[in-house]
């Protein structure tokens, strides 16, 4: 009887520290995209989406910046694909923060003022967090 009894308090300890909740691991902050389409006031020029492509690479030297795509747009003959412009860039942040203080870094404020404003037709920006 004293081994059913010890064995039931026992089984009971078990279930009771297995349920309490266990603290959460710390969240891994979510990452910022910063998306930009360029679409050129002479569409198709190859020497000025190269241009775009060799400056918006430099952007990974900005502090703040963790990774930075660009490239040309892909072709697609779905409905759904736009494929009309001509550049496409994506930077990544660890934070708005981060973001905000590329936005405003020399480098970055010269480019798109001695680049893409003298260049592109139109600009348009995604950002969002994930």
């Given at each position: ?16 520290i ?12 979510a ?38 795509r ?13 494929d ?10 660890a ?26 037709k ?9």
């Amino acid at each position: 009887m004293k081994a059913l009894r010890r064995n039931t308090l026992l089984c009971f300890a078990f279930a009771v520290i297995g349920c309490q909740q266990q603290p959460a691991a710390p969240k891994a902050e979510a990452a910022v995209n910063h998306v930009v389409l360029c679409w050129l006031k002479e569409p198709g020029n190859v020497a000025q989406r190269a241009l775009i492509i060799e400056v918006s690479k430099k952007f990974r030297k900005i502090p703040g910046v963790i990774d930075v795509r660009v490239g040309e747009s892909i072709p697609s003959d779905r409905d759904i694909v736009d494929d009309s412009f001509d550049v496409g860039i994506c930077l990544t942040y660890a934070s708005v923060e981060d973001m905000n203080a590329y936005l405003e870094h020399p480098d970055h404020v010269k480019a798109a003022k001695e680049v893409l404003g003298p260049i592109a037709k139109k600009i348009v920006v995604y950002d969002f967090g994930g």
